[in-house]
Nanobody, 110 residues
Framework: VQLQASGGGLVQPGGSLRLSCAASGRFFSLYSVNWHRQAPGKQRELVGTITTTGIRNYADSVKGRFTISIDNAKKTVYLQMNSLKPEDTAVYYC?????WGQGTLVTVSS
């Protein structure tokens, strides 16, 4: 499996972005997919997970603002981020079964 994250950029506080995580490989549907983020000077943290049965879990810091969805036909997982805050600024990574994508930078600033 290889993962490619995209969709990051600069957005104002209160704005929205949608990140994509495109996977290649035959076994995409067999494993949960996680979104993590790492802010400057901080440890990487789990943002949310979507399981193989479609169950979603989120960190308390993003609950109610971020939504994970999946398109199995496209082998792509999305992270819809709304009501963005400056503290959401980070490099966002997706990972599945121990494989990590390269990350995409999200900057929330006015």
């Amino acid at each position: 499996v290889q993962l490619q994250a995209s969709g990051g950029g600069l957005v104002q506080p209160g704005g929205s972005l949608r990140l994509s995580c495109a996977a290649s490989g035959r076994f995409f549907s067999l494993y949960s997919v996680n979104w993590h983020r790492q802010a400057p000077g901080k440890q990487r943290e789990l943002v949310g997970t979507i399981t193989t049965t479609g169950i979603r879990n989120y960190a308390d810091s993003v609950k109610g603002r971020f939504t994970i969805s999946i398109d199995n036909a496209k082998k792509t997982v999305y992270l819809q981020m709304n009501s963005l805050k400056p503290e959401d600024t980070a490099v966002y990574y997706c990972n599945q079964n121990g494989v990590w994508g390269q990350g995409t930078l999200v900057t929330v600033s006015s």
